[in-house]
Structures are given as C-alpha cells and as structure tokens.
C-alpha cells in the first residue's frame, strides 16, 4: 500500500466561515480543534475554486488531521483527491499523483465510488503531463465509465474533456475532437457556460489543427460570446485573434480584419502596449498580404509607435526593418532609408 505523503502539518491558520456569499474570519475563541475535517474541506474546496491552490492545500491538510484524528478513513480519503487536484493545478506533479494513487486505491478498497472516479481523472490528467499517455488514457476511460455509472453528467463531462486533451497530446485529433464535442453536448445540457467555454477553446484549437476552419470559427464565435458575458476581455484578446488567424486560413480577408480590429480595440481598453503592438502586427500583415501597401504602412507605423513609447529597442529594430522591406516593395526607396536611420541612430 503507497504511505500517504507525511508533509501534512498543523499550521495556524484562520477560521472563516460561509456568510452572505463569501467567507469571513470567525472569532478569536475559536480554535482549530473545535472545526470538524468536513469544515476544512469546505473551505479548501472553495479556495480551490478561486484559484487559490496554494491556500487551498493548507485547508486539505487540516482537514485530513482531523480526519486521521477521527479515524474517518473516507473523510481522508476524499481530501486526499480533491488535495491532488489543487496539487495537479500548481504543477506538482509527484506530489499529486502520490495523494490521487492513495485515494483512488483506498475508495475502490472502501467502495466510495465518487471518489474513486474522480482521483482516477486526476492520475489521467497528472499520467497525461508527465508524457505517459497509455497510463493516462486507461485512467481516464476508467473515470469515464465509472461517472456513467453513477450517472454524473458533470463529471462525465470533465472526463471526456481530459480525455479529449490526451487523445490530442497523442496526435489523435479525431478521437480528441469526437470527446470534446460528447462534453460539450453535455456541457450544453446542464448549461454550465463556463465549462462550455474550457471545451470549446479546446475544440476550436482541435478543429483548427485539421484544418476544419469553418468548425474552428464557430467554436470560437460561441465562445467569443460566452467571455463577453463574462466581461472577461484578457480572454476576448486571444480568442479575436484566433478568430483572426481561421478567417485569414480560409481566405477571408475582410472577416479578419475585423476581428483583428476588435482585438486592437480591446488591447487599447486594457491599456496592454503588448497586445496592442501584436494586433497591429497582425493588420500590418493582412494588408500586405492583400496589396493594401498604405494601409499596412500605416499600421506598421503605428506599431513602431507603441514600441518606441515602450523603450523596447529589439523590437523598435524588427518592427523598422519590416517596414523598409515594405517600403522596399512598393520602390519608396526614401521612406525606406529613414528607418534605416532610425535603427542606426
């Protein structure tokens, strides 16, 4: 039987409490001893949902002293996956995958099936980065089978995605693309949006790796919307520009360039001089490319002017040097020597 990792510790740390949609410091009379292991859980599993892995783990070890305490042996056990999975998100992988293999073998020993299901997903996606893709393939089908079983669509849904993003480590992009477009459907079913979102960010990319650029569009137009609801516009800058780069792939040259105008729209609106400088780039380029010489000037130029506010010389250098070639193209032989005074000076 694999030990469980002996890191966990009994660290202060502050008693909060669910109230009114978030959680707050209980008072001062209140110790550690007196908060049940279910109590610590809650809290790592809310902290896991923030993103805040790291604080996360030091709720789960609490959480399995008082469970070791009790003798509670399933109360452990499920701390231990959901600990993996926090574990798994910051990229400690050996540690990970030693809290999900005591997990997955002690629930199938104590017949917690929930719970097995789920610490057998976490050694698909941990087995997946470490590059053993049988190891995780057979996991992950494990956990799939098991959450039809129990009839959980969520974790279904989850299972086939991993599965989707091995199948795509491995090269099979149709395998990977028949298990995304399976999660989404049940994504779509019980109208997570913002799962629905993960699955097609990893179907349009999938699409758009066959060449299926008309797929890949309208994963990307679907889940444009869905981070535009969300006001999410870090994300709307990188889906614009794929968006961008599918409709260039498929010769539309006008639906590109609007896409990558909304993106410089948005860069702006974040005040990001390095996505900005990037969408330039990108129209700079879609103008050359169809002959519209003034045009790409003009936002070449505008480039270099974002790049010289930044005081980012290599760039400044390379950004010159594409627009002396461009000069150099349509015979402005003039213009194209005052870049090159510019990079000399």
Not at 47 to 56: V, W
Not at 156 to 166: D, P, Q, R, S, V
């Given at each position: 039987m694999m030990l469980v990792p002996s890191s966990?510790?009994?660290?202060?740390?502050?008693?909060?409490?669910?109230?009114?949609?978030?959680w707050r410091i209980l008072s001062k009379d209140q110790d550690l001893d007196s908060a049940s292991g279910s109590y610590f859980l809650s809290v790592g599993l809310?902290?896991?949902?923030?993103?805040?892995?790291?604080?996360?783990?030091?709720?789960?070890?609490q959480a399995i002293a008082?469970?070791?305490?009790?003798?509670?042996?399933?109360?452990?056990?499920?701390?231990?996956?959901?600990?993996?999975?926090?574990?798994?998100?910051?990229?400690?992988?050996?540690?990970?995958?030693?809290c999900s293999q005591y997990a997955c073998q002690v629930a199938e020993e104590i017949g917690d099936q929930q719970t097995f299901q789920q610490a057998l997903s976490n050694l698909g996606s941990i087995y997946r980065h470490l590059r053993d893709y049988e190891k995780a393939l057979t996991y992950q089908q494990q956990s799939v089978a098991i959450a039809q079983e129990l009839e959980d669509?969520?974790?279904?849904?989850?299972?086939?995605?991993?599965?989707?993003?091995?199948?795509?480590?491995?090269?099979?992009?149709?395998?990977?693309?028949?298990?995304?477009?399976?999660?989404?459907?049940?994504?779509?079913?019980?109208k997570d949006c913002p799962f629905e979102g993960q699955i097609l960010r990893n179907l349009g990319n999938t699409y758009h790796a066959v060449g299926q650029y008309a797929k890949t569009i309208k994963c990307y137009e679907r889940l444009l919307h869905i981070v535009r609801l969300r006001d999410d516009m870090r994300s709307e800058v990188h889906i614009l520009k794929n968006l961008g780069s599918a409709y260039y792939a498929m010769g539309n040259h006008k639906e590109a360039i609007e896409r990558h105008e909304q993106r410089l729209a948005v860069a702006k609106q974040l005040h990001n001089p390095r996505y900005q400088v990037q969408a330039l780039e990108s129209l700079g380029i879609l103008h050359d490319a169809m002959g519209n010489?003034?045009?790409?000037?003009?936002?070449?130029?505008?480039?270099?002017?974002?790049?010289?506010?930044?005081?980012?010389?290599?760039?400044?250098?390379?950004?010159?040097?594409?627009?002396r070639n461009l000069c150099y193209a349509v015979g402005d032989y003039t213009k194209a020597n005052e870049y090159e005074t510019y990079s000399s000076s």
């Open positions: 966990y510790n009994q660290t202060s740390l502050p008693l909060v409490e669910h109230c009114s949609g978030d809310h902290l896991h949902q923030k993103r805040n892995f790291a604080r996360a783990i030091d709720y789960f070890q008082q469970f070791k305490r009790l003798e509670d042996v399933e109360g452990e056990c499920r701390t231990l996956a959901e600990m993996g999975s926090s574990r798994y998100a910051l990229g400690q992988y050996d540690e990970a995958l030693t669509v969520q974790a279904e849904a989850t299972a086939l995605g991993n599965m989707g993003m091995i199948y795509k480590a491995m090269g099979n992009c149709e395998q990977a693309i028949v298990c995304y477009e399976e999660s989404l459907r049940i994504a779509r079913k019980i010489y003034d045009q790409a000037l003009n936002y070449h130029e505008q480039q270099l002017a974002v790049a010289l506010q930044q005081n980012n010389r290599q760039l400044v250098t390379r950004i010159q040097s594409n627009l």
